[in-house]
């Protein structure tokens, strides 16, 4: 991923919480009032939401569809809107601070603004400062990958997880060349430091596999996935590996009907034949009207 503290970026951290249509319209009516006196637009809030999708609304986006009541609770709650206010302020902070500067390395931009934040015993929550980190950020392939935890070793060398690639931890010091980081940050951990990396969920995929695989999944990985995505490993959430059978209704219970013989095919060109034929020939004589 790369990241990158824009202004733009930063002020689309106000519809965070979903449903950015229709709460950046709520906002050009009502502006800050939503966050700083929300007591004294509520009412007319209320009524505004409620008008939402109705014939003279089209202008608006409301398209003549009226909004789920679960959508009206969350724009009615204060704190929906005192939430992304914040995630603005951090942005903000974070700008004035860390810079508007392009980062290539999502790592290392996570890594700069959670030293900022301590050197300034700012402390945001995890979740909001995750959103704002990642509102600022966009996918990029060409990146280095995403690390989501690094487990480094204590004074015996031991770590809290074992290395284990084909179920996504790696070895810090030996990492497949498509997962090794910059130069710059060969030496960010111990070598025998294991990380795990945040998957792409765009370059998420399934297998079947049959139950009685020679060496079970991982052989099976090994042998059909790795040598062609040397990256991919299997994800070890719970429910993701399921055991059960498939059943082929075609292939069980469809009958198909038999095929018509050849010598009916042959008979049916042969009439066609003497049909056209016999076409032709009162084209010839004038017969046809």
Known sequence: MRSQLTIPRIEALRFASGDEEIRETLYEEFGDALVEDFGSIKKQLTKRLAEWGSDDDDEDGGGGKSLPESKKKKLLKPETWQRDARLVELGTWLREHVGGDPFDDYNVFSEVATEKLAEHDKKPSAAELKLVLRGVSEVDEAAPPVIAKVSK?????????????????????????????????????????????????????????????????????????????????????????????????????????????????????????????????????GSVA
Do not use: M
Not at 163 to 173: F, L, S, T, V
Not at 247 to 276: G, M, N, W
């Open 153 to 285: 070793p204590n004074k015996k060398g031991e770590t809290k997880v074992d290395a284990d690639p084909k179920h996504g931890r790696y070895r810090w010091g030996e990492l497949p060349e498509c997962l090794r980081p910059s130069s710059a940050r060969e030496d960010a951990y111990p070598a025998e430091s294991v990380v795990e990396f945040e998957p792409d969920a765009d370059l998420r995929d399934s297998e079947q596999i049959p139950l009685l695989e020679p060496g079970g999944i991982e052989a099976f990985i090994e042998r059909e996935v790795l040598p062609y995505t040397p990256d991919a490993w299997l994800q070890d959430k719970k429910g993701s590996v399921k055991i059960g059978y498939e059943i082929s209704f075609t292939r069980h219970f469809y009958k198909p009907e038999p095929l018509r013989t050849l010598d009916e095919i042959r008979d049916d060109i042969i009439a066609v034949e003497k049909e056209a034929e016999g076409l032709l020939d009162d084209l010839l004589h």
